[in-house]
């Protein structure tokens, strides 16, 4: 059975649970060690899984996660002296990236590392010399990496590629809904209805982190006098907004509904809004822009659908499918000017294209699983030829 080290910024990030019940699906035995953003220590199991906790961090505060790796380095023997010799280190982010190569030191030269990152940090884009160092560390970090999973073609185009980070082969692993089970949810039975006496509902789900999204929301919603509401559900990066919790209150067709579990919650949760909100503002322009995002899959696969801005990654996945509604300018006016003529037929229309389409464009299975272990296997007993992949 293949043992994987995998070690994650955040061990209550969802899609850190995701990853490990795709590793375990597919056979392969995984330990699990990482940060926590909260102060209190790791939960006690994450899918059965004892965590090993690396202690705490803090979102937004890259300094202190710095001093939190480095104190981590030091005592990771220790934190590690019970785990028997993996035969994969996977890092997820580049701090992990930094102490899987630390680990690997720790146990065997010849163990592979495997990059996964799912997001491109700002400070490593710009121009000035903080952004050139955090390049050249990352070149540094990555230069043995035997591989590099990432989940959207436009992380490699733009900037892996672009700036020449890592040279290793590519594993697209999109960010899909898991369905394991024999017998998926049917998404025809969680129609949403569509009265012309209720409002339409929009669904934003997720990591809450964008103010800008929050704001337009707000402008459109009051803008359209209750013909639409917005639900909020997930995590809020309360770091980005002076006041997630006053401003979501004072908003007369918004609410936040919190926490959710992920894939369990999903089919009701998008059964009871008819659009999902797959834009971010977040770092425009640049990592935003490029991200497909785990909203766009669950949506879409539970027929919510999808408002994404054109120019975007998302927008392109959406437009060569003919499928979603697609801004051209991000303001609450020109959301109204797409929604405004909404009606049952319009929306019925919109909705059976997303559920036309092939099931395994949102879902990943367990023969996607599987095929995750295997080559993952492969990496631990062979060389792997340098090309772009697609499992899930």
Not at 49 to 77: H, M, V, Y
Request: with cysteine.
């Amino acid at each position: 059975m293949l043992h994987v080290l995998y070690l994650v910024h955040d061990l209550s990030d969802p899609a850190v649970r995701r990853r490990v019940i795709m590793l375990q699906a597919g056979g392969a035995k995984v330990t699990l060690a990482g940060f926590r953003r909260t102060a209190h220590p790791a939960a006690a199991t994450v899918d059965g899984l004892s965590p090993i906790d690396l202690g705490q961090t803090e979102d937004g505060k890259f300094a202190q996660r710095l001093l939190a790796i480095g104190k981590a380095a030091l005592s990771l023997r220790s934190r590690l002296n019970r785990v028997s010799r993996p035969d994969v280190i996977i890092g997820r982010n580049l701090e992990m990236l930094a102490l899987a190569k630390r680990a690997r030191s720790l146990f065997s030269d010849d163990i592979p590392v495997i990059y996964e990152c799912l997001d491109i940090h700002r400070l490593l884009l710009g121009e000035g010399g903080a952004s050139k160092a955090m390049r050249s560390a990352e070149r540094a970090l990555g230069r043995d990496a035997v591989l590099l999973m990432t989940s959207s073609p436009a992380f490699v185009r733009d900037y892996f590629h672009r700036f020449g980070q890592i040279d290793a082969p590519v594993l697209l692993l999109h960010n899909k809904v898991l369905e394991l089970a024999d017998r998926p949810v049917d998404s025809e039975s969680h129609e949403p209805a569509a009265p012309p006496d209720e409002p339409w509902t929009i669904g934003w789900f997720g990591a809450l982190r964008c103010r800008k999204s929050l704001e337009l929301l707000a402008a459109f919603t009051r803008r359209m006098e209750g013909r639409f509401e917005v639900v909020l559900r997930g995590r809020p990066a309360y770091s980005e907004f002076a006041d997630f919790d006053g401003f979501v209150s004072a908003e007369p067709h918004i609410r936040f509904e919190g926490a959710y579990r992920n894939p369990e919650d999903l089919a009701r949760i998008y059964g009871e809004v008819h659009f999902s909100w797959a834009i971010d503002f977040f770092e425009e322009g640049l990592n935003s822009s490029w991200l497909l995002p785990n909203r766009l899959y669950e949506g879409c696969r539970y027929g919510a659908v999808p408002i994404a801005m054109r120019q975007t990654e998302t927008g392109r996945f959406l437009a060569d499918r003919h499928m979603g509604v697609l801004l051209d300018e991000a303001s609450a006016p020109a959301l109204a000017a797409r929604l405004a003529d909404m009606d049952a037929d319009k929306y019925a229309t919109a909705r059976r294209k997303i559920l036309a389409e092939d099931r395994g464009t949102w879902t990943c299975d367990l023969r996607d699983c599987r095929a995750l272990v295997d080559r993952l296997k492969a990496l631990a007993g062979s060389s792997v030829p340098e090309t772009v992949l697609q499992v899930a």
